[in-house]
């Protein structure tokens, strides 16, 4: 992606600067589960005049448009995340606050089975591992 017009146009939200600047925020960061205050502090270091209202708007309109989702993991603020189309399940570290993602076949089609056998295919879920790291 160049600079977000495209994406944002597809989405059907009007292309302006505040809008790409995020959007490329999002899609370039090393942390791909940015909350709205991460997002307005990158944005202030690389000398972007983005004001922290437009930031939350931006997003609750990416959110919207299906661009972005939203996670609010316990005991933290809510997150957001580039929606790339393949479903992932997340580990919260309890120390760092550090998200990380992960896939594993097993454990999708285990809760398939689950429903299954009470009866209900699975529509859609949200798996999240709250972890510590090891102690050596």
Do not use: W
């Amino acid at each position: 992606m160049a600079d977000g017009s495209q994406e944002l146009r597809k989405a059907g939200l009007k292309v302006t600067l505040p809008r790409v600047k995020i959007l490329q925020m999002l899609e370039s960061s090393d942390d791909h589960h940015m909350s709205a205050e991460d997002v307005y502090k990158s944005l202030m270091e690389a000398g972007d005049d983005v004001g922290l209202a437009t930031v939350y708007r931006v997003l609750t309109q990416f959110e919207t448009a299906g661009l972005v989702i939203r996670h609010n993991f316990d005991g933290g603020h809510s997150v957001f995340e580039i929606c790339r189309g393949e479903h992932h399940d997340h580990m919260v570290c309890l120390e760092t606050g550090r998200v990380l993602e992960f896939h594993n076949e097993k454990i999708e089609m285990l809760q398939e089975r689950i429903a299954d056998e009470h009866g209900y295919v699975l529509e859609d879920h949200s798996l999240v591992l709250y972890v510590r790291p090891k102690k050596s």
